[in-house]
T-cell receptor, first 114, second 112 residues
């Protein structure tokens, strides 16, 4: 596709359930980021993938959060045993490899935990 | 601790005026700084990138300055238009790091 695609666009779940959020980056972009944005707040870094290198997981808030990137393309962010404080917009971005590269963002997944 | 600060209050200006947004940071040595625009319900969109050895960057009606002594970046929109109304986010990254850290953004409202 022409841009970064995220699905679903909205997800409502019950506390304690697991959720999976998907990100399909721009073709050829080997770098992929996940961020979280709470209402009225800035973007909180979660995890970064670059090619076949080990991901930078330093932003994951707890061990309930995990992410994988299969085949260097599509990425899935999984939140286990969701809590109400996990409610936020989860944004995925991709870029060309290297530093000083601009990020291309998807429209995000709005997660609501009831 | 490391901080990136942007005005949390909305900036409300008249169409045609210049909007100036501020991004201050502490305990960072950024190699470069980026500005993004975010509209409601959408992901941020890249606007400009400025490196630590650059003082100023321009693109059409946009201008960014970067003062590593003051630890501050200013983002200017000249001849502002109502369509410029959005939230503007600054983001920075340290030397050798791929991690881009964002400020909380400033909302700009341009009145017709």
């Amino acid at each position: 596709g022409a841009g970064v695609s995220q699905s679903p666009s909205n997800k409502v779940t019950e506390k304690g359930k697991d959720v999976e959020l998907r990100c399909d980056p721009i073709s050829g972009h080997t770098a992929l980021y996940w961020y979280r944005q709470s209402l009225g707040q800035g973007l909180e870094f979660l995890i970064y993938f670059q090619g076949n290198s080990a991901p930078d997981k330093s932003g994951l808030p707890s061990d309930r959060f995990s992410a994988e990137r299969t085949g260097g393309s599509v990425s899935t962010l999984t939140i286990q045993r969701t809590q109400q404080e996990d409610s936020a917009v989860y944004l995925c971005a991709s870029s060309l490899p290297g530093t000083a590269k601009k990020l291309f963002f998807g429209s995000g997944t709005q997660l609501s935990v009831l | 601790s490391q901080k990136i600060e942007q005005n949390s209050e909305a900036l409300n200006i008249q169409e045609g005026k210049t909007a100036t947004l501020t991004c201050n940071y502490t305990n960072y040595s950024p190699a470069y700084l980026q500005w993004y625009r975010q509209d409601p319900g959408r992901g941020p969109v890249f606007l400009l990138l400025i490196r630590e050895n650059e003082k100023e960057k321009r693109k059409e009606r946009l201008k960014v300055t970067f003062d590593t002594t003051l630890k501050q970046s200013l983002f200017h929109i000249t001849a502002s238009q109502p369509a410029d109304s959005a939230t503007y986010l600054c983001a920075l990254s340290s030397t050798g790091s791929y991690k881009l850290i964002f400020g909380s953004g400033t909302r700009l409202l341009v009145r017709p």
